[in-house]
């Protein structure tokens, strides 16, 4: 009876193929610039929260797939010198990354780095500013822009018990400038790629 008993739970721990949990952090952005006959501005995304899901298919002793959704809590905002003008926004994310994981499904922890693609929508959610901080230069739009998205990252899973599992995550969201969000002055020109450095704290049930 007890060898039946050891084959009956290792059998059920090797069927345990996903996960499904949540996560919360804070993003990090790195700041673009726009460049015009007016002058020159520093362009980006405030730091704020970040919040989200994930669903997650072990098939693989090593390698996995999941899907994310994050959200980030961040205002566009121009500044140059002394002046600052910002607009209410937030984005999406909507990423598949595949996980290289260290160690095999049945290790309590599983150190990984992942790689995925997807999208991201930038949306704002105020009116634009009226004056706009700096017209000469840029302008702050009350409008939302899809963007691909690529993703990288590393992190480690704990499986706590057999159906619970903290995960720790740090991962870079990259999207190109959202230019119809925020917008060059005539005869300007926007540099700069957009990361989100995104430190995650998450717990997932396993089954």
């Not at 007890?2 to 919360?24: H, I, M, P, S």
Request: hydrophobic share 40%; with cysteine; glycine share 12%.
């Amino acid at each position: 009876m007890k060898v039946l008993a050891v084959l009956f739970c290792a059998g059920t721990c090797l069927a345990q193929q996903y996960e499904l949990g949540g996560a919360f952090g804070y993003g990090v952005y790195t700041d673009g610039s726009v460049i015009s006959p007016g002058g020159t501005a520093t362009a980006g995304i405030r730091n704020r929260f970040a919040t989200g899901v994930v669903f997650c298919e072990n098939l693989f002793e090593h390698v996995s797939g999941e899907m994310r959704y994050l959200y980030h809590d961040g205002d566009p905002f121009l500044s140059t010198g002394t002046v600052r003008g910002t607009i209410q926004g937030q984005s999406h994310a909507f990423n598949y990354d595949v996980l290289f994981q260290a160690r095999g499904r049945q290790s309590r922890l599983r150190p990984y780095v992942a790689v995925g693609v997807g999208a991201k929508y930038y949306v704002t959610t105020g009116p634009a500013p009226v004056p706009q901080p700096m017209p000469k230069i840029a302008g702050l739009v009350a409008t939302n822009q899809w963007r691909v998205l690529v993703t990288g990252g590393a992190g480690v899973k704990y499986r706590l018990t057999d159906h619970i599992l903290l995960r720790v995550d740090f991962r870079d969201y990259v999207t190109a400038f959202p230019t119809h969000v925020i917008v060059q002055a005539a005869n300007g020109t926007d540099k700069g790629i957009f990361h989100q450095f995104t430190p995650l704290f998450g717990v997932s049930y396993v089954f």
